[in-house]
């Protein structure tokens, strides 16, 4: 949690109360280069 907090971990994606998801891309860009990575920032709507 604190990764995804700091942006250095892909965002999940709540699809319920007991299910989270990743964005595959995320993921894979992530899994490539962690020390790298930032998470895109969100639109609010």
């Given at each position: 949690?604190?990764?995804?907090?700091?942006?250095t971990?892909?965002q999940p994606?709540r699809?319920g109360?007991?299910?989270?998801r990743?964005?595959?891309s995320?993921?894979?860009a992530w899994?490539?280069a962690?020390?790298?990575y930032?998470?895109?920032?969100?639109?609010?709507?």
């Amino acid at each position: 949690m604190r990764y995804v907090l700091a942006k250095t971990a892909p965002q999940p994606v709540r699809l319920g109360t007991r299910c989270t998801r990743y964005k595959g891309s995320d993921v894979l860009a992530w899994v490539k280069a962690p020390s790298s990575y930032r998470a895109p920032e969100t639109e609010v709507n």
